[in-house]
């Protein structure tokens, strides 16, 4: 998550179980304050648009602050999915970040005719069998935003695209709680990743409980006690 708080958020890519009947996610557009252990590093916009037959979800961070601006920091990523049994299913994923002294990118195309997705990581290629319901990094927010709305509580199994290879993942959709919100705090539904590998990583998200559950707050903590987070500042 480190990338999807660095790349707009929320790191995170799923494959999730919905009913049939859930509704997709309204189109939005919404800013967030992007801070490391604290200080503010820059700004990250995500972006939900209908695109002819598909959808498009967008992130773009920017560094506006301390090293950051000074390395001018820029992270893009793009998401083009549709919706299959209503389930949001990757189509094609692209990340890239870029600094004044190095820049790097990904890539995830799912072929559902052919069977296979390929997953691109700079120079490597990989490629596994095709998920019904696949869903890259990024569309984590997505799909949860999806559940939380279509009800969905507790335990949630999926599937991850992730850099080298698909994996599974565990998440757990939990209760209303206080999210600090700087000065204040808001009402929001927890929600975060279950990891078994006894790292101490952990990834928090709080969901809004109006406003199409949008996220209100996405923690990443890192094993060595580094945390990237994106607080919600205002929503287009």
Known sequence: MRSILFRGAMALSLALT??????????????????????????????????????RFTSE????????????????????????????????????QKTSFNSR?????????????????????????YVQGILDRQLLTIALMQAVAGGRRGAQAVTVAGRNAVEAQDWSIGETEAVPMGPASEEGIRVERQRNDGSGRTT?????????????????????????????LRRG
């Open 61 to 96: 961070t920017r560094g506006t602050q301390g090293l950051a601006k000074i390395a001018g920091v820029r992270i893009d990523e793009s998401s083009r999915f549709r919706y299959v049994d209503g389930r949001p299913e990757t189509i094609e994923y692209r990340y890239a």
């Open 105 to 129: 990118e990904r890539s995830a195309l799912v072929d559902a005719s052919a069977g296979r997705i390929t997953l691109r990581n700079r120079d490597e290629r990989h490629e596994a069998a």
């Open 204 to 232: 928090v998200l709080w969901l809004d409980l109006d406003e199409g559950h949008l996220p209100l707050r996405i923690e990443q903590r890192e094993d060595d006690g580094e945390t990237i987070e994106m607080r919600l």
């Open 18 to 55: 919905l009913p049939a009947t859930a509704a997709p996610v309204a189109p939005f557009n919404a800013m967030y304050e992007v801070r490391r252990n604290g200080d503010v590093l820059g700004e990250a916009t995500l972006r939900l648009a209908r695109e002819g037959n598909d959808w």
